[in-house]
């Protein structure tokens, strides 16, 4: 499958734990978004890399951080994890900066208990 | 402040007929506006952007900036449109998106 991928597809932790979410971008995509779907909030974006960097922040906690890697695969990290970090958390991919289409992974299901 | 509004969360229509989705924007600046739809067990994927002005499976949308308005339009509903509909705006060539709240469009036989 050369589109988005993500990894696990279902985690489930306890308040207070620390998790790590992986995207893989498409072959060829520089851009990495990171995005959280909850019921109250809807789809919000977090976080964007490009190339490496950190290229825009949104609505990111500060228990959460992400990084992108040299070979381009990105990972979020969220820790002290709390029940209202139970959401849906997708990662789409693009080829460069600026307003090309995103392409979207499966999403990333959380659940804290 | 940077704002999608889609003021309907369910819209159902019966096959053939008209279907208006309605997305209203709030920024100062020249956003950029699109509609991605997710239908059941796929994934979000890109519908259409105002920029290329094209018809995507038959829906359509405007920019309207008087009115501050991006509405998805299609003039004979189908049963395969049945799906979660969102409008998103991205600020300035950022590349980050913002969602609207979604709108699930069910179109009844």
């Not at chain 1, 207070?16 to 990495?32: A, E, F, W």
């Not at chain 1, 995005?35 to 922040?57: C, H, M, P, T």
């Not at chain 2, 994927?45 to 339009?73: C, M, P, V």
């Amino acid at each position: 499958d050369s589109g988005v991928t993500q990894t696990p597809k279902h985690l489930i932790t306890a308040t207070g734990q620390r998790v790590t979410l992986r995207c893989s971008p498409r072959s060829g995509d520089l851009s990495v978004y990171w995005y959280q779907q909850s019921l109250d909030q809807g789809l919000q974006f977090l976080i964007q890399y490009y190339n490496g960097e950190e290229r825009a922040k949104g609505n990111i906690l500060e228990r959460f951080s992400a990084q992108q890697f040299p070979d381009l695969h990105s990972e979020l990290n969220l820790s002290s994890l709390e029940l209202g970090d139970s959401a849906l958390y997708f990662c789409a991919s693009s080829v460069g900066l600026g307003n090309y289409e995103q392409y979207f992974g499966p999403g990333t299901r959380l659940t804290v208990t | 402040a940077q704002r999608v509004t889609q003021p309907e969360k369910l819209l159902s229509v019966f096959k053939g007929a008209p279907v208006e989705l309605k997305c209203n924007y709030s920024y100062s600046g020249s956003p950029e506006l699109f509609w991605y739809v997710q239908y059941s067990r796929q994934r979000l994927q890109l519908l259409l952007r105002h920029i290329s002005r094209e018809s995507i499976k038959g829906f359509t949308a405007d920019l309207n900036k008087g009115e501050t308005s991006f509405h998805l339009k299609k003039p004979f509903a189908q049963e395969e449109d049945s799906a979660m509909y969102y409008c998103a705006l991205s600020p300035s060539n950022t590349g980050k998106l913002i969602f609207g709240q979604g709108t699930t469009l069910q179109v009844k036989p």
